[in-house]
């Protein structure tokens, strides 16, 4: 049974830095790319990071680019975001996902619910 569960968020002032976490179970990096994504109220969803499988390679949103880092862990099973220098444009619940595909500038979500987490609440403000 393949579980994700999020962890990490939380209040900080714009330019501070929040690292989220990723649990996951019932599957390997190994062999399945995960991603984060997030959505914002009155917004759509958004891909924001991807790793792919066996944590080759990573790909990334234009707006998190060079502020973002998400690695992965198939020992510890974890998949981390390390978010920097974060911004107002940047409060929304940020959600990981077992995905379907990886690409060079993105991945594929889920059409499978069971496939995402619960997600964690990041807010932005002074």
């Known amino acids: 049974q393949v579980q994700l569960v999020e962890s990490g968020g939380g209040l900080v002032q714009p330019g501070g830095s929040l690292l989220l976490s990723c649990a996951y179970s019932?599957?390997?990096?190994?062999?399945?790319?995960v991603g984060w994504f997030r959505q914002a109220p009155g917004k759509e969803r958004e891909g924001v990071a991807c790793?792919?499988?066996?944590?080759?390679?990573?790909n990334y949103a234009d707006s998190v680019k060079g502020r973002f880092t998400i690695s992965g862990d198939n020992r510890k099973k974890t998949v981390n975001l390390q978010m920097t220098s974060l911004k107002p444009e940047d409060p929304a619940i940020y959600y990981c996902a077992k995905v379907s595909a990886f690409y060079a500038t993105g991945c594929l979500p889920p059409a499978t619910q069971a496939y995402w987490g619960q997600g964690t609440q990041v807010t932005v403000s002074s």
């Open positions: 790793i792919s499988r066996s944590a080759i390679a990573t």
């Open positions: 019932g599957f390997s990096l190994d062999d399945d790319p």
